[in-house]
DNA sequence: GTTTTCCTTTCATCAACTGTAAGTGTTTTT
DNA sequence: AAAAACACTTACAGTTGATGAAAGGAAAAC
């Protein structure tokens, strides 16, 4: 069965998707505590997240940002008919549909089914400005290639795409690739980021990999500064 | 630019066709020899590939199912409203859209776009019964797991996939693995065979791997007799 | 029951990924 | 300007995993 998680403050409201949603046989998650709204969404893996935008605390376009960078799920957004130019920032952020509130229920189960059935089959994979990343093999697709990273170049992509624009700490690197804390090598980290910045100018991706001295690492943003 | 392919005998029909999606910024290949459409249509790659089904000749569903064996670029169904039936069956064949002919410009653009859009930046993957297989670095994808085939096995499944439910010879494989008609040695294609088979069960894929005496290999059909 | 064809397992070889080490650049600090 | 701290690169050896050869077992055809 498939399950679609609900994120929307408003009582009356949420219930009533919930309601509607599990009669038409879906497996349903309501998330009621908007504090790290991101994390609890991973730990239940939904198939779609059904996200309103209007969250009391945090900003609804930040929840799908993250999501998209940490997760694969779809995401369909729902936001109120006077708030249309939510839709194309919505869009840009990742979002694979949206839906302004109110609207009849059969236009939102047919929505959901067809996003549902869009990802349907489709593999997990992270999504990169440009470019995708399969986080169990890490195979990299860019255009119309795909390579296959070495599993510990793989995982610093990850944690660095996870972190979208943000540092990674070396720290945080090292406990992705080798499960501890304790420093196996400064060093080793180096020569995997050198060789993941090859393997990356090899593909021709325009994103870089920069230091932050004596923090860690982070991608570079867009058209950002060298 | 985006290349679309246009596969419809009917002159008048083609070129409208044609010059509607070169207005739109396309660039057009027509097909207008009947014969082998499949391979030509392999030879231009397009980015998407619009099919009519009444072709003189050859059968629009089996190109269809030719193409999504072999190709996985997206497949637009042109069909006349008169045969609405030809809808379902062709949804199952694989194909991504369909359209009723005659039909507005508008609607004909927005569902090539549409189409495109869903295919962008998707890798190239070819679609099994249950499972997707990435050409390029043998990465298979089933269910919610994905997994790095070694080059032999990968090789072995696109030869067996391609040939759809017909049998593929011994000796097309091994032209597939080392690229030459000489048997290295009849046995090493026996034995990455096994290992094949072996990691296929290991995923839990409903398909097999079954011998033809004297010929070669095929996948079973889904149902299959054993 | 014999022959042909197909299957499986084991073993040595080879390629690829990895960490170590040593040395070079580049900032920041003094 | 010199020193120190940090960041980068390259080369090399150990380990892991894929591969083909070989040998023997199972299944089908006759």
Redesign the interface.
């Known amino acids: 069965m498939k399950r679609i998680a609900v994120v929307e403050d408003e009582l009356f409201m949420r219930e009533e998707l919930s309601d509607l949603l599990r009669k038409a046989g879906y497996e349903v998650r309501e998330i009621t505590e908007f504090l790290d709204v991101t994390g609890q969404l991973l730990l239940c893996s939904p198939d779609l997240i059904l996200l309103d935008l209007n969250l009391p605390g945090v900003s609804g376009f930040q929840i799908c940002r993250e999501l998209k960078q940490k997760s694969s799920a779809p995401v369909l957004v729902l936001t109120s008919r006077d708030q249309m130019r939510d839709e194309l920032h919505a869009l840009k952020l990742g979002a694979d549909e949206y839906l302004t509130k109110p609207c009849r229920k059969e236009r939102l189960l047919a929505r959901v089914a067809n996003v549902m059935k ?1 990802y349907e ?1 489709r ?3 992270l999504e990169g400005p ?1 470019f ?1 990343l ?1 986080r ?2 890490y ?1 990299l ?1 860019m255009d ?5 990273l070495p599993k510990n170049q793989g995982r610093i992509l990850e944690v660095l795409m996870s972190h979208g624009d943000e540092a990674a700490t070396k720290e945080e690197l090292c406990v992705a690739i080798w499960g501890t804390t304790e420093f196996i090598d400064e060093n080793a980290l180096q020569v995997n980021l050198t060789r993941l910045k090859k393997t990356m100018a090899g593909l021709g991706m325009r994103r870089q990999i920069v230091p932050i001295r004596g923090v860690g690492y982070r991608l570079t943003e867009e058209g950002g500064a060298l």
Request: no cysteine.
């Open positions: 869009r089959g593999p997990n994979l440009g995708l399969d169990q093999t195979t697709y119309n290639q795909s390579v296959i």
